[in-house]
């Protein structure tokens, strides 16, 4: 079980580097006004969304304790993300305000997972 747990891990940092990534890749273009979600953003948070419902299970069958309100944070957290590279994932471009708001949040969601105990 515990090889099954360190896999999901390993693919969920996976997605929050596809997510942090499709940020990071896009910074030139946010500061000239022509910033857009990558399909690797909407991928990165829809994978970490999943690994993290797996994770949340697999734990929770081997008895280990889940903190349910870092999880419900977290959780409330990427739903935001999600929804807004979902919504605007086919502009060509996105308000700097908002695509600074998605780096922001998911930035956050790293500090939450790690800062949080």
Known sequence: MDVLIHLFVGLHIVGIAALLGGFLTQMKAMGQGAARFTPAMLHGALTMLVTGAVLVGLNQAQ????????????LAVLVVILGLVYVKRDDEKVEKPLFGLVGLLTVANIFIAVLWT
């Open 63 to 74: 008895d280990t304790a889940v903190d349910n309100v870092k999880i419900g944070v977290k």
